[in-house]
């Protein structure tokens, strides 16, 4: 059979031409899919063997603990999400006593509110598959490696698929009813507020437990990890659920959502199949997803690193191959491919930049850890500095991927430069669903391991539980890195978004150019904002910590034979996360509010240009704090894993106490503030997108 | 007598009009006046006693060690000198071999030659002076406080006369032969590839002996700071003043020169009277710094810290006055008054800044001290969070003072608004006379105090000594923040005359804007420098330190006696300081190297435009870190002095063990990366401005 394009959206076959008008309808069935294939996954963990009593118990009280922090967060959030949706219905697109369609308020509104939703939902759904996860992986391990690696896998392949089926569906419908990208803006808007609440939230609550557990434990009390006698211990299982699986899933519906609405909408600029190729590409990328995590196996005596590698490199292929396909068949631009091709290519380069500076086996670590024999001061400076080196391989790649997208498509037309920069931000996330199933699985085998060390597994089980989390460390970096990069392709496009926005709105060109001293000023103050919000939540941190501590220690003050390990003894774990819980929500509020807040303030006061500097300030900030905290985060943390495993004097020598202050140091620099940091810089953006028409109405200066 | 203004340049007495044509001599005037001030005080200083042999052997072997510092760096960067000289005569302003003004490119060599040596002679004597005033305070303040204050301080005067007084001369030199401030751009480029070694190089030295002396001396060995049996204490000592009074020296030469000639190169865009404006203010805040360094004295019993601070602000009300005298007499528009006054408001905001983020009786630094009851790893995580928190309003004072001062200025005509900004850069760089005074008389301070401890004097004398060092600590941190503000500006105004120049040569408009792919990848690579920089610079203080530690290690084992503190027995000092001096320079080159070729090479690729991003990019990332790092550094430094003021445990308690470990880490911090960066920018800047034509006529992206 031959197929040769037949114009825009046929395809000829034989002699006819076959129209494919409503390709893109191939989003929502393919989401679809992917929700089913998730739901499909899950009954299959749920199958699996639970274990024994004990198993199910601290099993059970994590994922109590897990449900209790997000339920409350939840229902603070509600108030926040029902006023944001009042001002939204009152003033947005027009204030609703200016405006002739009222119903674009509602429409806006309800947009906003059904972001809120998804998000929050694709968050719950992977929490909860991973609380499922954890203790059948544990209990799998008891009889080999393959099937607790498939279990802990799958328990992040639901996540992922719930992720981007939910987002795909999400934006479909929305498309779907309005057949108009500007109330995907607000669907957009509701899943990235969300998602920042939820990485800042989750990232003090993880932090807040691990570093109240390491102190009071370990350092006071002298207990392993995982003593189930220490009563944080809980706490900081469901930190790894809540910051790490609810929170990057959230972060990362956030970003996929967000870069799919931002080029659509720099699709409307052009016009014809651009608007709904985006949604043709998530489609294909979604199926590369769901095909892709059923080819992540490992055998028994495999290591799973590789096996992680090379399924996200295998989706790689298969995506460029399909989407490919659909080019050819659907007669796009080639140069379109091309640009989503250098999207991914970037990915790439970030991905291997973090894995050699924080992999064990690499030299920063290796020189970090040698470091440490000359006290932790030298450890910090080492790490920091190295850290600071991992910036610039990722930040060239964004600078030269993003000119070279704009490059390749600029020719076919105006408009398309910025749509090419749109697409390569969207390529790198195509296969998303991939990455958070990778990413999701590092917490989940780190809780499995918990899970056996706290229900007294063998020592062969643990170590084989200590293989997959060793692999999701490395994996969670590399996807932490992934997920930096796509954001700020993501943001530069929806800067691009918010331009084009602003000049059909005013009817004039507008250009961000940095010798006005207004978008010079915005610059400045953009560029400001993710240290402040980075040291506002690490200072949270802080503040929560020593609440927990106090409270750690009172349980084993007050509660007799806890200290002893008396049979029968157990501490107040829900006590514990209580603290963390009301201490996160507590926390996460001031930082987030304060970035919201001093975004309108600009936008009033220094208009749409100031606003674009601002928003172009906060991106350059933004990346190289959040690439340097991750990056430096886990360099500490794998140098004194290098340390632990009997390098240099091994544990309990002077360089091991020095890396663990290294690693204290790097908890939340790597968990909490690094990668919160994209999500704050997409919240900006799209606030600044949604908030424009007041901002042309209002601002001091226009 | 009334005196009103009549045209451009007149003053109308009675009934004739007086024209001052050339009332900008005022500049080489001055500055003959301060150099000749300078001298006399120098002179004063000198017939101070130099105080018993202990005293003079110890003061000696810093000078010694100070002056082989020096000596060996000049002589290797005369070779990069040389070689950047010839790259000049043959390349620019146009290549040798197509310029019909071949002596235009021996006269920017020259420019460029000149401005190298004028730095170079700065620093030397301020060093030179420094070494003089150490000894010689330390004896007065057997005395009292008065003396010895004085002598601290007028030694700092003549640093900050003689800095002022040949970068006005040297800028006046090459303004009255050539009448065109381009050839400035080579004189200003001479003294910022200088500065730049110079800061780094000193930088260096100081932390790689600051941190041997500490981890041997201190923690190994159980010494006292400034015990005389330490290798490494000399080496020290040498460090302050290599460090923070020849670098900063060098650095302030630079950003004076700087500014001062990227608004002489704005003017020329206006005409008329504005491209000799900025020297005759220039002249007048020189007079000014001459007036204030001899209104600053501490009577007995008086603290030093408001003094000095009193002497800064009766200065800034003296320029104030001053300078709006010569506004209204020559008739010169009060707007740019305005806007000098805008630049002096942003530099107190960021003095203030500083005080508030280091100082040992605010906030910030005791909850950092408090945090160390929990730990060096929480010291550190809680100072680096108010380090980011106090990046904010300096870069608000900034982004919205460069704003008034465009603002302020526009109306008076096209080419006024960025003119403004170039006077509120050099407005805060007025009085930088003072600022440097007050600076050196740190270090000298510090010296002095090492100087009494390790010749034996008396416990009161050495208390004396330790209010000066404590009032030092302040203001060193102040002024720092007044230099990195001032490069600040002073760099936009950098890439405005940049600008200006490019489409001068062009003949056509343009712009950076931010949607620009090009500009864009200019200014992510541009962000990833200071960090790159930052870097580079601590990894070789870790590397030279290391070196260090070795040799004061073997000395220790193989010197008998050296221990136990046999009379008669001598460390070998001056090995120290030779290891110090060869490691420093090794270890400044790659780091200076990479950003000037990085820089050369974004321009010959990305071209103009690219470049222009590129410039903007490293001005943000760069203040950023320059802030946090300098600020941070400060406050772990004052968290530790507090606690060992005797709060919250005193001295050997384990929150001091804490915050020692804090303060080591802000040693690289805010004495090598942190005021490096400001000179780095500003090199990046006058690259950029030099080599402008070749971009223009060999980038790829034109």
Chains 1, 2 share one sequence.
Request: with cysteine; net charge negative; charged share 15%.
């Amino acid at each position: 059979m031959s197929a040769i394009p037949c114009g825009l959206k046929g395809l000829q076959i034989g002699g006819g031409c076959l129209v494919f008008e409503n390709v893109w309808y191939i989003a929502p069935l393919v989401a679809v899919l992917s929700i089913l294939t998730g739901l499909y996954i899950l009954w299959w963990v749920k199958s699996q063997d639970p274990g024994n009593e004990r198993t199910r118990f601290i099993g059970g009280a994590i994922k109590q603990g897990s449900q209790a922090f997000l339920n409350r967060m939840y229902r603070t959030l509600a108030m926040f999400v029902a006023v944001m949706a009042l001002i939204l219905f009152l003033f947005l697109p027009h204030p609703i006593w200016l405006t002739s369609t009222p119903m674009n308020n509602v429409m806006l509104a309800a947009a906003y509110l059904f972001g809120s939703i998804c998000s929050g939902v694709a968050g719950f759904i992977g929490m909860d598959v991973a609380t499922d996860s954890n203790m059948r992986s544990a209990t799998a391990a008891q009889k080999g490696i393959s099937k607790a690696f498939q279990i802990s896998y799958r328990g992040g392949a639901v996540m992922g698929l719930a992720v981007v089926g939910l987002a795909l569906a999400g934006v479909s419908v929305v498309y779907f009813i309005t057949r108009d990208p500007t109330f995907i803006v607000g669907f957009s808007f509701g899943a990235s507020a969300m998602a920042l609440f939820a990485k800042a939230g989750g990232g003090i609550f993880t932090k807040t437990a691990d570093i109240a557990a390491d102190l009071v434990g370990k350092i006071e009390m002298g207990l392993e990890e995982d003593d189930p006698r220490n009563p944080a211990v809980i706490a900081d299982n469901v930190g790894d659920n809540v910051g790490d699986c609810a929170g990057m899933g959230a972060d990362l519906f956030d970003s996929y959502v967000a870069s799919l609405m931002a080029v659509m909408l720099l699709g409307v600029i052009i016009g014809g199949y651009y608007v709904e190729l985006p949604l043709v590409f998530a489609g294909i990328g979604v199926l590369t997803s769901i095909i892709g995590v059923f080819l992540v196996n490992v055998k028994e005596g495999q290591e799973p690193g590789p096996v992680l590698n090379n399924g996200t490199y295998t989706a790689t292929i298969l995506y460029l191959t399909l989407s490919g396909i659909a080019t050819y068949l659907l007669g796009y631009e080639w140069r379109i491919w091309g640009a989503a091709a250098c999207g991914l290519v970037v990915g790439v380069v970030i991905g291997m930049t973090t894995d050699f500076f924080t992999s064990g086996d690499k030299a920063p670590t290796q020189r970090t850890a040698e470091a440490s024999q000359t006290g932790p001061a030298i450890t910090i400076i080492t790490g920091f500095s190295y850290g600071l080196l991992s910036v610039l391989p990722p930040l060239v790649g964004i600078g030269v991927g993003s000119w070279l997208a704009y490059a390749l498509c600029e020719g076919i037309g105006p408009g398309y430069g910025v749509y090419g920069v749109g697409i390569a931000a969207f390529g790198m996330l195509s296969i998303v669903g991939m990455i958070i199933a990778s990413d999701s699985f590092g917490p989940i085998g780190d809780n499995a391991k918990g899970i056996a060390e706290m229900s007294g597994m063998k020592s062969e089980t643990v170590d084989i539980l200590d293989k997959l989390d060793a692999a999701g460390n490395t994996s969670k970096a590399i996807t932490k890195g992934f997920a930096i990069g796509a954001a700020g392709l993501t943001v530069i496009s929806i800067l691009a978004a918010y331009k084009e926005v602003a000049e059909a709105q005013l009817g004039g060109t507008i250009t961000f150019d940095l010798m006005n001293p207004v978008v010079m000023a915005g610059a400045f103050i953009g560029v400001a904002m993710p240290p402040i919000f980075s040291a506002l939540l690490m200072l949270g941190v802080g503040r929560n910590a020593q609440r927990m501590i106090e409270e750690v220690r009172r349980q084993f003050r007050e509660i007799p034979g806890l200290r002893e390990g008396k049979p029968g003894v157990n501490p107040d774990y829900a006590k514990c996360v209580d603290i963390a819980t009301i201490g996160a929500i507590k926390e996460l509020l001031p930082a987030t509010i304060i970035i919201i807040v001093a975004t309108l303030a600009v936008g009033f006061i220094f208009g749409v240009q100031g606003l674009g500097g601002y928003l172009a300030g906060s991106i350059f900030s933004g990346l190289v704090f959040a690439l340097l905290m991750s990056n430096a985060g886990g360099l500490w943390d794998n140098a004194k894993k290098y340390i632990e495993a009997g390098n240099l004097g091994g544990k309990h020598s002077d360089a091991h106490k020095a890396a663990v202050i290294g690693d204290t140091v790097g908890d939340p620099f790597k968990d909490t503030a690094g990668p919160s940091l994209n999500t704050m810089v997409t919240v900006i953006g799209l606030i600044a997108n949604i908030f424009l028409p007041l901002f042309l109405l209002y601002a001091l200066i226009r």
